[in-house]
């Protein structure tokens, strides 16, 4: 399993950008997916999730201005962000778990990419 996050980069309050994230090495329509955020010094927090049974959820101080999406012909995950806070700040991360009901909790995951910064100011 290989997760390449990708889009990550400085912006303005108020602003949008769009992480993508190529995966590869396994069955992406099959998978519980999600992007995880991680604020310096804080621990990791689930932001949005997505799996084919449930379909999307999100955190609620992100819900309205965060949209999680795949394309499953490019297996790739997207996470669409406007109104961007500077709270919004720091390492987004996307997960991936064999499991077919997607959690909001970071420790469900088993597979991680590496991360992009997102830094908000």
């Known amino acids: 399993v290989q997760l390449v996050e990708s889009g990550g980069g400085l912006v303005q309050p108020g602003g949008s950008l769009r992480l993508s994230c190529a995966a590869s090495?396994?069955?992406?329509?099959?998978?519980?997916m999600s992007w995880v955020h991680q604020a310096p010094g804080l621990e990791r927090e689930a932001v949005a999730a997505?799996?084919?049974?449930?379909?999307?959820a999100y955190a609620d101080f992100v819900s309205g201005r965060f949209t999680i999406s795949q394309d499953n012909a490019k297996n790739t995950l997207y996470l669409q962000m406007n109104s961007l806070k500077p709270e919004d700040t720091g390492v987004y991360y996307c997960?991936?778990?064999?499991?077919?009901?997607?959690?909001?909790?970071?420790?469900?995951?088993?597979?991680w990419g590496q991360g992009t910064q997102v830094t908000v100011s």
């Open positions: 997505i799996d084919k049974i449930t379909g999307a």
């Open positions: 997960a991936a778990d064999e499991t077919t009901i997607a959690t909001m909790w970071p420790g469900g995951y088993n597979y």
């Open positions: 090495g396994f069955t992406f329509s099959n998978y519980a």
